[in-house]
Nanobody, 128 residues
Framework: QVQLVESGGGSVQAGGSLRLSCAASENLDSIGCMGWFRQAPGKEREGVATIDSDGNTHYADSVKGRFTISKDNAKNTLYLQMNSLKTEDTAMYYC??????????????????????RGQGTQVTVSS
């Protein structure tokens, strides 16, 4: 069982930045893929960014060039740096992980519901 705890959410004006963190209960090297997804009220869950054990990353088109996913294996922590935030980025953001290394990070970007583990989420609110 992988436990994930997110932090770093909050309220920011459009154009601002936030950095989300996700502390994992075990070494990230033992996890095949990690990522972030978001869900706004009344909307479908949306994959935001994923990263695999080799450091390969994938991003949703809506956040490319603005968001950066990274991980620090020494700290067992996943990050999501969010710049140039837009009002449409407002959502609950979840950290997620999965051990199945045969499933690519690109797969989980499209199918975030298939992640085996997820955190409780952290709210991001962007105002105009």
């Amino acid at each position: 069982q992988v436990q994930l705890v997110e932090s770093g959410g909050g309220s920011v004006q459009a154009g601002g930045s936030l950095r989300l963190s996700c502390a994992a209960s075990e070494n990230l090297d033992s996890i095949g893929c990690m990522g972030w997804f978001r869900q706004a009220p009344g909307k479908e869950r949306e994959g935001v960014a994923t990263i695999d054990s080799d450091g390969n990353t994938h991003y949703a088109d809506s956040v490319k060039g603005r968001f950066t996913i990274s991980k620090d294996n020494a700290k067992n922590t996943l990050y999501l740096q969010m710049n140039s935030l837009k009002t449409e980025d407002t959502a609950m953001y979840y950290c997620a992980a999965d051990r199945r290394s045969y499933l690519s990070s690109a797969y989980f970007l499209v199918w975030p519901r298939d992640f085996g583990y997820r955190g409780q989420g952290t709210q991001v609110t962007v105002s105009s």
